[in-house]
């Protein structure tokens, strides 16, 4: 997958209206499968009166790991086989994003439009969203969990704090610090608190 990829910039949506129906496309970043069909049942609740919600993401198979596998889904939602999400998914492929979660809403109140033109209108519905969220280049970060005792906590937290990558530190019994570091630098960050903490540290 290399060391980036292609995902949306942040939340966004666009409508548009054809043959007495109005279409609109809501976009958003998604790290894993949980949030990506969160966003698309949020929507479902704001809309209860649409017609159709479409579903489709590519997300990471293993939350956390942002240069994984992908899971992709996408459902027609009542609308003819493969006239809906299939289309609104191979917007989402083609444009080589990744990590994000669409829902076209659709209201109708017009004429049919037929199988060709459903998947045209969920295509465009796509691409107008994707191009109101703004296509992005992120940075692939990796997981890096690493768990000691409480005398070790200190030169593991200074570690992290030098290398300058978020993370949470959790203090129970012993210390669990969680980062996320840029993908190419995580082996580096491994030997680092092996290394500071004389192998005392337990990474996963």
Same mark, same amino acid.
């Given at each position: 997958?290399?060391?980036?990829?292609?995902?949306?910039?942040?939340?966004?949506?666009?409508?548009?209206?054809?043959?007495?129906?109005?279409?609109?496309?809501?976009v958003a970043p998604a790290g894993s499968v949980e949030p990506a069909e969160a966003?698309?049942?949020?929507? &479902?609740?704001?809309?209860?009166?649409?017609t159709h919600v479409v579903? *489709?993401?590519?997300?990471?198979? !293993?939350? $956390?790991?942002? /240069?994984?596998?992908?899971?992709?889904?996408a459902n027609d939602d009542g609308e003819p086989g493969g006239s809906a999400g299939k289309p609104a998914l191979?917007?989402?492929?083609?444009?080589?994003?990744?990590?994000?979660?669409?829902?076209?809403?659709?209201?109708?109140?017009g004429v049919n439009l037929g199988v060709g033109g459903l998947a045209r209108a969920y295509a465009r519905s796509a691409s107008a969203a994707l191009d109101a969220a &703004?296509?992005?280049e992120r940075r692939a970060r990796e997981?890096?969990? *690493?768990?000691?005792?409480?005398? !070790?906590? $200190?030169?593991? /937290?200074?570690?992290?704090e030098s290398v300058d990558v978020p993370f949470e530190a959790d203090y129970d019994a012993e210390v669990r610090f969680v980062a996320r570091p840029?993908?190419?630098?995580?082996?580096?960050?491994?030997?680092?608190?092996?290394s500071a903490t004389s192998g005392r540290v337990r990474l996963s």
């Open positions: 997958m290399g060391e980036s990829f292609r995902t949306v910039a942040g939340p966004a949506e666009a409508s548009w209206e054809t043959r007495g129906s109005r279409f609109t496309g809501y966003f698309v049942a949020a929507r &479902r609740e704001e809309h209860p009166d649409a579903p *489709a993401y590519r997300v990471p198979a !293993d939350p $956390g790991d942002e /240069r994984g596998r992908l899971r992709e889904y191979t917007v989402l492929e083609r444009r080589e994003v990744r990590n994000v979660v669409l829902a076209v809403v659709r209201d109708h109140g &703004r296509v992005v997981r890096v969990a *690493a768990t000691v005792s409480y005398d !070790d906590s $200190g030169v593991v /937290r200074s570690v992290l840029p993908a190419d630098e995580a082996a580096a960050l491994r030997d680092r608190l092996r």
